[in-house]
């Protein structure tokens, strides 16, 4: 795998084509385990020397539920021990409904400490400030997780796979600079991270002669409240007029259907993956709706990527083994289904080499520095000290690279090719 350097928009950025081997998928179907809440696929035989993950996800709570992160994983689990387990050990996969609640998490990360869960993976929780010390004094790694609170990026035993959102508002100001935006409204939450964002978004518009226009919504506005943000959002809607949406989905959906009554002509509008998904788009009229022609940056390759194969065939075998539905395009099924790719690798190397499988040793691993390849789903992945963010606020962000899409036809699709990295944004460097 190689970094280049590419032109885009008239601005230099780094970039990253995937272009070494894909990780493939594995394959089969085992028993499901309940275990003290929890659920997994495990083997019939060896148990006591099985290699014990747990993923987390709320079920049952209403619109933040993330039914099909623990299904992928129960499936990984399944799959792996159906081609034999990793390493000559049974994978065992218990699952943990985490309830959207600080004490649900917290009892997640303790039945994760019970069990000697040499990792939690993957996993989608807003309560990470709450687990996070759990997991600390057991030693126990967090390998991907979504990024939705502050300990996901300066948590020592924290790996994310992506870059949160200041990697996203980082990359759509970029985005929004190479579309010619003379003006930027950031409509975005009024909370101390809503701030934060405006910060990054100004870095990476502000050396382009980008105007930066702050767009504040309180938490919980509902539809009677969102005209004023567009409004000031969309200004005197003339070419150059841009908007970049920051909020959550449901805050989104509302947003936006003041947006259509508005009817601008000539603002550009763009967001960020996780405010925008394919569902979002389908709601608000698809090819017909305000999103068509909008601008979005993520994390990772829209969905249809070739990249994503293997996730797609790991979704059907869950709905073909009856577990709950995985949507490949939630953020958090992504973010899972790289984090097991990134551990799977992991335990390949610190068996190739001798060395125990604990959570200690899967530390270390990723700790080294080498990088693994996640099948061109994102750049190669590292924790060594050099690849640490240098920030106070996420020094545990290591993948700063994002990708261009645009919503065409109503679907997403690759605005621009490969991986832009927007390190320098974050750090307040020079523009590259």
Same mark, same amino acid.
């Given at each position: ?16 084509? =995937? @272009? ?6 594995? &394959?089969? /179907? !085992?028993?499901?385990? *309940? %275990?003290? $809440? ?64 600080? =004490? @649900? ?6 039945? &994760?400490? /019970? !069990?000697?869960?040499? *990792? %939690?993976? $993957? ?49 759509s100001g970029r985005q929004l600079a190479a579309a010619g935006c003379k003006t930027v409204a ?17 870095? *990476? %518009? ?84 305000p999103l068509n022609g909008a601008l979005a940056t993520g994390w990772f390759p829209p969905e ?129």
């Amino acid at each position: 795998m190689s970094r280049q350097t590419a032109a885009a928009g008239g601005e230099t950025t780094g970039r990253w084509r =995937a @272009g070494g081997r894909r990780v493939g998928s594995v &394959a089969a /179907a !085992a028993a499901l385990l *309940a %275990v003290a $809440g929890c659920g997994g696929p495990a083997g019939a035989a060896g148990d006591g020397e099985a290699l014990v993950v747990m993923t987390w996800a709320p079920s049952g709570t209403g619109s933040v539920d993330r039914p099909g992160v623990t299904a992928l994983a129960e499936e990984i689990g399944r799959e792996v021990n159906a081609k034999g387990g990793r390493a000559g050990r049974k994978l065992k996969v218990l699952s943990c409904n985490e309830h959207n609640t600080a =004490a @649900g998490a917290t009892a997640c990360a303790e039945q &994760a400490v /019970a !069990a000697h869960v040499v *990792a %939690v993976i $993957g996993s989608y929780s807003q309560f990470g400030d709450t687990f996070m010390p759990v997991l600390g004094a057991a030693g126990i790694p967090y390998l991907g997780g979504y990024g939705v609170s502050g300990s996901d990026f300066s948590s020592p035993l924290s790996y994310p796979v992506a870059g949160g959102t200041p990697a996203l508002i980082a990359g759509s100001g970029r985005q929004l600079a190479a579309a010619g935006c003379k003006t930027v409204a950031l409509v975005r939450p009024d909370t101390g991270n809503g701030d934060t964002l405006t910060r990054y978004l100004a870095a *990476a %518009v502000t050396p382009a002669g980008i105007k930066l226009v702050d767009v504040p919504v309180p938490e919980g506005a509902g539809a009677g409240a969102m005209a004023g943000p567009v409004q000031k959002a969309v200004g005197e809607d003339r070419p150059g007029s841009c908007v970049s949406v920051a909020l959550g989905p449901e805050q989104t959906l509302l947003l936006l259907d003041a947006y259509r009554k508005a009817a601008p002509k000539r603002t550009q509008l763009a967001s960020v993956i996780g405010s925008v998904h394919q569902g979002v788009i389908d709601s608000t009229g698809g090819a017909a709706g305000p999103l068509n022609g909008a601008l979005a940056t993520g994390w990772f390759p829209p969905e249809g990527s070739k990249s994503w194969d293997d996730l797609r065939t790991a979704a059907a075998d869950a709905a073909t083994a009856g577990a709950a539905p995985v949507d490949t395009t939630d953020l958090a099924v992504q973010t899972t289904w790289v984090a097991y790719q990134v551990f799977l690798q992991a335990v390949d190397r610190i068996a190739s080499a001798g060395q125990p499988l604990t959570a200690k040793g899967l530390r270390g691993q990723l700790d080294s520095g080498d990088s693994i390849d996640t099948g061109g789903v994102t750049p190669p992945l590292s924790w060594g000290q050099t690849d640490m963010l240098p920030s106070a606020e996420s020094p545990r962000l290591t993948n700063t690279w994002v990708t261009f899409q645009q919503v065409k036809g109503g679907r997403l699709t690759e605005q621009q090719s490969g991986f832009v990295d927007v390190r320098w944004v974050l750090t307040g460097g020079k523009p590259q």
